[in-house]
């Protein structure tokens, strides 16, 4: 992984340095010495706080007063609707919290760095031309990954790549987009709210061949993301959470990868199947057909065919996924795990269904023996209906 130009970073970080109080910014020290800097908090009465990639420390024993606020944001622009403000060309984020009458009582500066070589660890499927859905908690370097991408695919792919960016923190603050998107075409987007309304301008306007979207989290964007997928157009999009299980039970989101019904099994289906009567299905092709799961900036979880990871997760079996990691040296090394065989994970659920009484257990192991009211399991009832409910009405798995 490359580092950022050092002299570009460190002008960038000295016009952030230059929004922040005096004697907060003097206990920072130099901006070319910040490159492990991740932000800057400020909350009205408390000590001021910065944050590294090895932890956080206060910055001095003064509590940050409202003058010290004021101070901030006279030097930023105006805050739009999701409280979120920028420093022109540059990828910083100053982000408000307000009280209830409307004023500023905390401040968070997060540093944007544009760092070229971190999407080595996913280019492949990227440069696919499949649409890949980025997953992870914040912080973890969703924004990051997916500004390089947009860079790689316009500049190296040389594909006509638009980015939908609503809060300008891929491409930056300002009317003229960072350099760290390379070619491609930056749409601001005027209010959160107008998010799913861009995107599907940004493909009827401007023909492009990728759409890049950063966090997708309402359900008009998830049904804007499903129209320009049936249009043909590749997306590269991000969403917060964990694991595409979390994905998966999600109301809001779970369209991005298929979304789930509820089906009605005939009885035969059912035993066949070693189910319940009612079991849940994947309900439509996903939107986005790979998924990687971000554990950390050197490390992922990669689900390269997402109809076939959701539909094991109904069947409540392991996905098969690959796992990949990024060493010191930026040598990527990939780990594929596969799923048990269908057989060996039948017979483990047996045995675990057999230690357990009927009311534990749940249709599902009665499915798994033999209709009931049948001879299987040992029903003394001599094959009629109406036996008694209990160990001897299935029988044990050794």
């Not at 009211?373 to 003394?380: C, F, H, K, Q, V």
Request: proline letters at 5%; a neutral charge; one cysteine or more.
């Amino acid at each position: 992984m490359h580092a950022p130009n050092t002299n570009t970073h460190a002008a960038e970080v000295t016009l952030l340095l230059g929004v922040l109080p005096p004697q907060i910014r003097d206990q920072l020290g130099p901006a070319d010495a910040q490159e492990h800097l991740l932000e800057v908090v400020l909350d009205l009465g408390r000590l001021p706080t910065v944050r590294t990639t090895s932890g956080e420390r206060d910055l001095s024993a003064r509590e940050v007063s409202a003058e010290d606020l004021a101070y901030v944001t006279s030097r930023l622009g105006d805050f739009g609707d999701d409280n979120r403000a920028g420093i022109a060309r540059t990828l910083h984020r100053i982000s408000a919290i307000r009280n209830r009458k409307g004023e500023v009582v905390g401040l968070t500066c997060r540093v944007g760095r544009a760092v070229r070589g971190t999407l080595a660890i996913v280019r492949d499927l990227v440069a696919s031309g499949k649409s890949v859905l980025l997953l992870g908690r914040p912080g973890v370097g969703k924004t990051t990954l997916l500004r390089e991408a947009a860079r790689v695919l316009a500049d190296e792919e040389r594909r006509r790549v638009v980015i939908v960016d609503t809060s300008n923190e891929i491409a930056g603050d300002g009317d003229i987009p960072h350099p760290g998107i390379g070619r491609a075409r930056r749409m601001p987007v005027p209010a959160v709210k107008a998010q799913h309304a861009v995107m599907i301008e940004a493909v009827e306007n401007h023909m492009p061949e990728v759409v890049v979207i950063d966090e997708i989290g309402t359900e008009q964007e998830a049904l804007a993301a499903r129209t320009i997928a049936e249009r043909g157009v590749q997306l590269i999009g991000t969403a917060h959470g964990t694991a595409l299980a979390n994905l998966l039970v999600n109301p809001t989101l779970s369209d991005l990868i298929g979304g789930i019904q509820a089906v009605t099994l005939g009885d035969e289906e059912a035993k066949r199947r070693g189910t319940q009567k009612t079991v849940l299905e994947r309900k439509a092709p996903p939107t986005f057909e790979v998924l990687v799961e971000l554990v950390g900036r050197d490390e992922v979880v990669v689900y390269a065919d997402v109809a076939a990871a959701v539909d094991a997760l109904l069947r409540e079996e392991q996905p098969a996924h690959e796992r990949r990691t990024r060493d010191g040296r930026g040598q990527v090394r990939a780990e594929e795990v596969q799923p048990a065989p269908v057989y060996e994970r039948r017979r483990e659920r047996e045995r675990e269904l057999a230690t357990q009484p009927w009311d534990q257990a749940g249709e599902s192991f009665w499915w798994l023996n033999g209709p009931r009211g049948g001879n299987s399991g040992g029903n003394s009832g001599g094959g009629k209906r109406g036996g008694k409910r209990g160990p001897g009405r299935y029988r044990r798995v050794a």
